[in-house]
DNA sequence: CGGAACGAAGAGGTTACGTCA
DNA sequence: AGTGACGTAACCTCTTCGTTC
């Protein structure tokens, strides 16, 4: 009986018990060509490969990689995150596993890569919200203090000069993450040097959405 | 022993591409 | 040549469930 371990094997894991009574860890051999062309063989008897659960019933079904298997996986996968047709057959011909489970463990390494990056990005977001609010604390005590002063037309001491500037004209470039100043008649100003927070190893897609929050109409 | 975490694998959906009428 | 229907492969996301700690 012979079982195609492509799409449609149907059931999910409940009906899968029949086919994953085999140990996938090892293939032998004359079991690859059958494998190759979209078919599993019978094999439950083979695979008692003292990888019992003691209880005398049937193997182990699930998959256990060993440490050279996912080194070498890891390995690809560092060079490549996907792999071309040729690739999966050579790379599962070496680990003597299915081109199948080799492309579903780079889909899943792909899944928890990806995983990976968008809690990095979530922390990110998160430091980056406690930095605003920050920030928008001391504005607002700063808006408070000049209230209190009667100073005459707004003006506003930057939180990191010092130096009083027209409120007016204080804005910050989203993309470089430097403050600029402008003045009415003179038009815009360079960008200056002040720098607040440096995005390093944050995806253009945080980026975006800093960008986009800051300046909702933005066009740069 | 129960539960959380991990990871292999299945199911279903989307997209890209080739073929054919 | 352009186009829509169809099949297929690859990939993604969500989920299940065996295993380990």
Same mark, same amino acid.
């Given at each position: 009986m ?9 059931g999910?894991a409940q009906?899968?018990?029949m086919i994953?009574?085999l140990?996938i860890n090892q293939v ?7 494998w190759?062309q979209g ?6 008897e083979e695979?008692d490969?003292?990888n ?15 440490? #050279?298997q996912?080194?070498?996986?890891e390995? =690809?996968?560092?060079?490549n995150h996907? +792999?071309?047709?040729?690739?999966? %057959?050579a &790379?599962s011909?070496?680990?003597?596993l299915?081109?199948r489970?080799v492309e579903?463990?780079f ?5 928890r ?6 809690e990095m990005?979530? #922390?990110?977001?998160?430091r980056?919200?406690g =930095?605003l609010?920050?920030?928008n604390r +001391?504005?607002?005590k700063?808006? %408070?203090e &000049? ?7 707004a003006a506003?001491?930057s939180a990191?000069?010092?130096e009083?500037?027209p409120a007016?004209?204080?804005?910050m470039c989203?993309?470089?993450e ?8 003179k ?5 200056a040097?002040?720098?607040?927070i ?11 959405i800093?960008h986009?929050?800051r300046?909702?109409?933005a066009?740069?």
């Open positions: 012979c079982i195609n371990p492509n799409k449609g094997e149907g999910g009906q899968g018990v994953r009574n140990d032998p051999s004359e079991e690859l060509e059958c190759s078919v599993s063989v019978e094999l439950v695979y490969d003292g019992n659960n003691g209880s005398g019933g049937p193997p182990r079904k699930k998959l256990r990689l060993t440490k #050279e996912s080194r070498l996986l390995e =690809s996968f560092r060079h996907t +792999l071309n047709p040729k690739q999966k %057959e &790379l011909m070496q680990l003597k299915r081109p489970q579903v463990w889909q899943n390494r792909r899944a890569s990806k995983l990976k990056q968008t990005e979530c #922390e990110y977001l998160k980056w919200y =930095s609010s920050e920030q +001391l504005l607002q700063e808006v %408070e &000049l209230r209190a002063m009667k100073v005459g037309p506003v001491n990191h000069s010092c009083p500037q007016s004209a204080v804005s989203p993309r470089c430097r403050v600029t100043t402008t003045t009415p008649d038009g815009p100003a360079s960008w040097t002040t720098t607040t440096k995005p390093t190893s944050v995806s253009s897609k945080v980026q975006d800093i986009h929050s300046h909702p109409s066009a740069c």
